[in-house]
């Protein structure tokens, strides 16, 4: 019997989750096209059981808001299925060439790097608003690599003449390589430090 490969060229049954808190959330079922059309969507955990890739996929159609301002909007992404599904195989091909590995674990090296472990709560202490540092739970850390990867790539291609896959490639490349200058590191390290002093 053949083996389900993604896209009909990466093999899943070969790339390993190191980190423990995110293994039970990371699904890497063998898929063909990472696509259930929103099967899983409508109850919050049932999020796990969709692929990783698809979760990605879908993240980068909708990154979200970021700042209280919303200096980043999701207004203006491509919802087009076929063309984030074109643009993630492209730069998975990228970066198989550049680095020779599997790009879906790059993929979720990339997701251990920029999952945070601690953030900052506010709450109301009588009068005044307190902060106090709070250890992440599995399913946030994930939620919010994914969306600091999504907001990296949309950040680095909005207004550019770059091509999305290019973009793409080159942010996990640099998540996954633990580069500060990927916009995902930077923003897992800028929390943990405010979480730090809210200890």
């Known amino acids: 019997m053949d083996k389900i490969l993604l896209f009909n060229r990466w093999d899943l049954s070969d790339v390993n989750v190191e980190d423990e808190g995110l293994k039970a959330h990371i699904n890497l079922e063998p898929i063909i096209v990472p696509l259930t059309y929103g099967r899983y969507t409508t109850t ?32 203006l992404c491509p919802a087009k299925t076929q063309v984030l599904n074109k643009a993630v195989r492209e730069a998975f091909e990228k970066i198989e060439k550049k680095t020779g590995k599997n790009p879906v674990q790059v993929l979720v090296k990339a997701i ?51 091509k999305l896959a290019d973009v793409i490639a080159d942010e996990l490349i640099a998540t996954a390589e633990g580069d500060t200058k990927s916009f995902a590191i930077s923003e897992k390290n800028r929390l943990e430090r405010e979480a730090e002093g809210a200890r």
């Open 44 to 75: 919050e955990f049932h999020k796990n059981m969709m692929s990783i890739v698809e979760r990605f996929i879908n993240k980068l159609r909708v990154p979200g808001h970021s700042g209280k301002r919303h200096k980043i909007t999701s207004g």
């Open 112 to 162: 251990e790097n920029s999952a945070i472990l601690e953030e900052v709560a506010s709450y109301r202490l009588g009068g005044i608003i307190a902060r106090k540092a709070v250890i992440v739970s599995p399913q946030r850390r994930l939620n919010l690599a994914l969306r600091f990867l999504a907001q990296g790539i949309y950040k680095a291609s909005f207004h550019k003449k770059k």
